[in-house]
């Protein structure tokens, strides 16, 4: 059977009358791709999700019956488009995780246009469209870490030559009135768009203090707002419920207080065992070779201080300083080079007229994780005095701080931690007036210490001291003198440091009957 022509057109013009007329409207439709209608200043766009669709735009296919079709109307824009003509802020880290937007980024900036094509999922399909390119005039703005930035700029030739400019944002500011004042903007911003209750003086003070806290100094600001926005927002919930109007100093400290109860669990554990002697630290007595060292654990969120007990065992040899934590490989680097600085001291102040002679093994007693820093280089090197000279070391004081050959003491990190963390054992074990730590006198600016602590400072229950020498630090802990060199070179008798020379002296002498 055979339709005539004019049955045929008859028939499709009753099937797809509606069909025809609104593809033949479609040709003469317009795309509003980008409106830029009643902005004055140069658009400044932040882009959270910068894949490559997100970045560049793409174009759209609707499935009708089985098959994929599409026009200049499903032409979407991108991100980059919305910053034309200005600036388009990304994370480095989220960019790096689509490489073909990272890789099409650099080539947008280097051919200054954008290209819009479907880059993937439509290999099934021959594409009818292939949008004109349009001219691209963009400031891009990477934001990333300085590890990010070492391994684009050493390992990415474009990277190198495409972003010349690299700026270092600080993590912290001066404790000036104008940056103060800048906090409690910030305060009294966050307050009014969040909704939250007003905060008065004492809680402002209290948030320049944790501040202050976060940036361990007490003439710094911390720059990390969103840990400030933290304790802000809890602190709000505290007052609310108090039923208070405004925000107060109590409700700041309920909140620093929770969110470190949080996370404490495992330095509540290591009180426990420490407390019941299943790990063994005294805080009593003295003891000769033995001494309480002090080290930080990080979990993330939460930093502690926990004392660590160290010893040393002096006799003759000529292997030297047997550092326990290499042979076994629990030892970094660094600590490392602290302990081999010890041997250095020991050679330049008392081994000048005869060989240094002697074996000393230096542990960390039930450490059996990993460590390293130096911070516990003077520390050890107080224990190594006590085994040598035979006194013995106040168990009651704790100490932190590296010691560089002459016998200085260098600044740590994490005082404050460690201080509060000894301070803790001591209250567990009961305080008895005699309990202290000794700290770099560097470190005191860096002192934003715990209300609680600073209390039993003040009516002297807990003791801070402050030393710049080996010297210094090995009579409070021995209660004996250092003693200093005489016109003849020589250490006045009874003196820690005539005592051990005289030992040094001594396995020397015995060391050359064995050679």
């Known amino acids: 059977m055979f339709m005539k022509e004019d049955e045929k057109n008859y028939l499709e013009g009753i099937l797809l009358p509606r069909d025809r007329k609104e593809d033949f409207m479609k040709r003469y439709q317009v795309n509003l791709f980008m409106?830029?209608?009643?902005?004055?200043?140069?658009?400044?766009?932040?882009?959270?999700?910068?894949?490559?669709?997100?970045?560049?735009?793409?174009?759209?296919?609707?499935?009708?019956?089985?098959?994929l079709k599409t026009d200049h109307m499903k032409i979407r824009p991108g991100s980059l488009h919305e910053a034309n003509g200005g600036y388009i802020i990304l994370q480095a880290r989220d960019i790096l995780q689509s490489s073909h937007a990272w890789e099409g980024l650099k080539r947008a900036i280097t051919t200054e246009e954008i290209r819009i094509e479907n880059i993937t999922g439509l290999n099934v399909i021959?594409?009818?469209?292939?949008?004109?390119?349009?001219?691209?005039?963009?400031?891009?703005?990477?934001?990333?870490?300085?590890?990010?930035?070492?391994?684009?700029?050493?390992?990415?030739?474009?990277?190198?030559?495409?972003?010349?400019?690299?700026?270092?944002?600080?993590?912290?500011?001066?404790?000036?009135?104008d940056n103060i004042r800048k906090i409690g903007s910030f305060v009294a911003y966050q307050c009014k768009e969040e909704g939250l209750k007003p905060f008065d003086k004492g809680a402002l003070a209290a948030?320049?203090?944790?501040?202050?806290?976060?940036?361990?100094?007490?003439?710094?600001?911390?720059?990390?707002?969103?840990?400030?926005?933290?304790?802000?927002?809890?602190?709000?919930l505290w007052a609310d419920m108090e039923n208070r109007q405004v925000v107060t100093r109590e409700d700041i400290d309920m909140a620093i207080y929770k969110k470190n109860y949080r996370n404490n669990t495992?330095?509540?554990?290591?009180?426990?065992?420490?407390?019941k002697d299943v790990i063994m630290i005294e805080t009593e007595g003295e003891k000769i070779g033995e001494i309480n060292g002090l080290s930080v654990i990080d979990l993330g969120q939460y930093i502690f201080g926990r004392p660590s007990k160290i010893t040393v065992n002096t006799f003759v040899g000529k292997e030297g300083i047997i550092n326990?934590?290499?042979?076994v490989e629990q030892s970094g680097s660094?600590?490392?080079?602290?302990?081999?600085?010890?041997?250095?001291?020991?050679?330049?102040?008392?081994?000048?007229?005869?060989?240094?002679?002697?074996?000393?093994?230096?542990?960390?007693?039930?450490?059996y994780s990993g460590i390293d820093g130096d911070s516990a280089s003077s520390t050890e090197l107080y224990a190594l005095l006590s085994s040598l000279a035979g006194k013995p070391i106040k168990q009651s004081i704790a100490v932190t701080g590296s010691v560089n050959q002459k016998g200085m003491i260098q600044p740590i990190g994490g005082v404050n931690e460690k201080i509060e963390g000894f301070y803790k054992?001591?209250?567990?074990?009961?305080?008895?007036?005699?309990?202290?730590?000794?700290?770099?006198?560097?470190?005191?600016?860096?002192?934003?210490?715990?209300?609680?602590?600073?209390?039993?400072?003040?009516?002297?229950?807990?003791?801070?001291?402050?030393?710049?020498?080996?010297?210094?630090?090995?009579e409070i802990l021995t209660g004996i003198k250092a003693g200093k060199l005489d016109e003849k070179g020589q250490y006045e008798k009874g003196a820690i440091n005539y005592l051990v020379q005289k030992k040094l002296k001594y396995y020397s002498d015995i060391g050359k009957e064995y050679e």
Do not use: W
Request: with cysteine.
């Open 35 to 67: 409106d830029n209608n009643g902005k004055s200043n140069a658009p400044v766009i932040r882009e959270m999700n910068p894949t490559y669709y997100n970045l560049f735009g793409k174009i759209e296919y609707v499935n009708e019956f089985g098959a």
């Open 126 to 177: 021959s594409e009818t469209l292939r949008p004109e390119p349009i001219p691209l005039d963009i400031k891009v703005i990477i934001i990333g870490d300085y590890f990010l930035y070492q391994l684009l700029y050493n390992y990415d030739d474009d990277f190198r030559k495409l972003f010349k400019i690299r700026a270092d944002f600080d993590i912290e500011m001066d404790k000036t009135e």
């Open 207 to 236: 948030i320049i203090e944790h501040s202050s806290r976060i940036a361990e100094n007490q003439n710094k600001l911390t720059a990390k707002f969103n840990e400030l926005v933290e304790i802000i927002y809890e602190a709000d």
């Open 266 to 275: 495992y330095e509540e554990k290591l009180a426990e065992l420490i407390e």
């Open 324 to 327: 326990i934590e290499r042979e």
């Open 334 to 367: 660094i600590y490392d080079k602290g302990v081999l600085i010890l041997g250095g001291y020991l050679g330049e102040k008392f081994a000048k007229d005869f060989p240094l002679s002697l074996t000393a093994s230096i542990t960390f007693e039930q450490s």
């Open 425 to 474: 054992i001591c209250k567990l074990k009961g305080l008895t007036g005699n309990e202290g730590v000794i700290i770099p006198y560097q470190n005191i600016e860096n002192l934003m210490l715990e209300d609680e602590v600073i209390e039993a400072v003040k009516s002297g229950k807990f003791k801070i001291y402050r030393v710049k020498t080996i010297d210094e630090g090995i």
